[in-house]
């Protein structure tokens, strides 16, 4: 007989990233500055993005469970009733990322690599000699024929 899944529904893991969206975005990130010349320090709020890893951090804190990976990867076909709750937390995340990065929140250059949002450019060498041969055609030799 099989292992009953630790999480008992997707309604359960839907509330449980509820309440990680909830407790990140309620607990920014402190930067701690000194600012003027006297180096006064202060303290900074900065928003929190939401990660996948951190939502599978705050279920192991929570002792619901250690890996959430089966769960997003349906693996052996055992959580297909969970994966379209699990591609919604995946786009609440990527929306959050993406939205936050665009808005100048966090760091646009990163948020584009962790959502494989990188500009490609293609790059053509064409390689040129660096003492071109004067003797072809280069107008000051008539070709002569033999």
Wanted: aromatic share 8%; with cysteine; glycine share 8%.
């Amino acid at each position: 007989m099989a292992r009953p899944n630790k999480i008992q529904s997707p309604e359960h893991l839907w509330d449980l990233f509820q309440d990680y969206k909830r407790s990140v975005k309620q607990n920014p990130i402190l930067k701690h500055t000194f600012v003027g010349k006297e180096g006064r320090s202060e303290y900074s709020e900065l928003e929190r993005p939401l990660t996948i890893e951190g939502f599978e951090c705050y279920v192991a804190d929570l002792g619901v469970i250690g890996d959430l990976s089966h769960y997003f990867a349906n693996t052996n076909g055992r959580y297909k009733r969970f994966l379209t709750i699990a591609t919604r937390i995946r786009k609440e995340v990527r929306n959050d990322q993406i939205g936050g990065g665009m808005a100048g929140i966090y760091n646009p250059s990163i948020t584009a690599r962790l959502n494989n949002l990188v500009e490609k450019k293609e790059i053509t060498n064409v390689e040129q000699p660096l003492f071109p041969d004067v003797s072809e055609n280069d107008g000051n030799h008539e070709d002569t024929e033999s």
